[in-house]
């Protein structure tokens, strides 16, 4: 998993992109940026050379819960497709909701070279009403233990169990809401 890379402290500002609008951004195997296309600069705030290079995890809001990116890198890492509410930072501190769609590239081999991922702007009922207050349950349950790695083994079971209740993985649970 990548590192999370620093950034502008939280503004608590949100910037929003077009709605037909689709943010574009491809990495290397390690997550390092590759190509971001001109929604993501400019919804982000970024130059092209102030971001290519850099881990894909400068865009990570600390309001992410640590589960779902655990989530998000366990499944393009097994190969598959994986759709997953994410709330990013931007340079300036800010912040945008996005549905984004992660999928793994491959060189002519067949082997994952990469990752490729289009975001969305996300149904803004969904994300007040029920992703954020799930997010919010995740993170408050990884701030609960001093130790970072069992927060985020706890966040991991308590977002496990819920799909569990549900009888859904998480992208049904995604796509059912």
């Not at 102030?50 to 640590?66: A, C, F, N, V």
């Not at 190969?79 to 060189?107: M, Q």
């Not at 701030?143 to 966040?155: I, Q, T, V, W």
């Not at 496990?160 to 995604?174: K, R, T």
Request: aromatic share 10%; net charge neutral; with cysteine.
């Amino acid at each position: 998993m990548c590192a999370v890379a620093l950034g502008a402290s939280p503004s608590g500002i949100e910037r929003f992109f077009g709605n037909d609008d689709i943010i574009v951004s491809k990495t290397d195997i390690r997550g390092h940026i590759t190509y971001a296309n001109d929604v993501f600069l400019n919804t982000a705030g970024y130059r092209e050379e102030e971001i290519l290079g850099k881990p894909h995890s400068i865009i990570r809001h600390p309001d992410m819960p640590r589960a779902i990116f655990r989530l998000m890198w366990h499944t393009i890492q097994e190969n598959r497709e994986i759709f997953a509410y994410s709330k990013n930072r931007t340079k300036d501190g800010g912040f945008y909701w996005v549905l984004a769609h992660v999928t793994p590239s491959h060189d002519a081999d067949g082997n994952i070279c990469g990752f490729h991922s289009n975001r969305r702007v996300p149904d803004r009922r969904i994300v007040a009403e029920k992703i954020m207050p799930f997010y919010v349950a995740l993170r408050a349950e990884e701030r609960r233990h001093a130790n970072a790695r069992k927060g985020l083994e706890a966040s991991w079971r308590m977002l496990n169990e819920h799909l569990d209740e549900l009888g859904v993985a998480y992208d049904e649970f995604v796509h059912g809401l």
